[in-house]
């Protein structure tokens, strides 16, 4: 059974940090590139970041390519998502997910004072 679970969002103040993890399973994740995705509250879904298989490419919306740093750790099938100088407006929930099959059911990020 393919799983992705995240962990690691909350409610932190503007300009903190947070890391975002996901853990993976039930497939050969050094296959895949993979995604962070968000959905604020009200919201359609937002493309975040993208990492190719082996890490030695990463991708970034415009609005985040500063602050966010997307790596992998292919040993432990796990994703991650270092937040950094967060606003208000990165509340959202995140997921982790390939694109095409496989999501998780997020983690809830809530920036505010």
């Known amino acids: 059974e393919v799983q992705l679970v995240e962990s690691g969002g909350g409610l932190v103040q503007p300009g903190g940090s947070l890391r975002l993890s996901c853990a993976a399973s039930g497939f050969t994740f050094d296959d895949y590139a993979m995604n962070w995705v968000r959905q604020a509250p009200g919201k359609g879904l937002e493309w975040v970041s993208t990492i190719i298989w082996n890490g030695d490419n990463t991708y970034y919306a415009e609005s985040m390519k500063d602050r966010f740093t997307i790596s992998r750790d292919n040993a432990k099938n796990t994703l991650n998502l270092q937040m950094n100088s967060l606003k208000s407006e990165d509340t959202a929930v995140y997921y982790c997910?390939?694109?095409?099959?496989?999501w998780g059911k997020g983690t809830l990020v809530t920036v505010s004072k």
């Open positions: 997910t390939d694109l095409k099959n496989y």
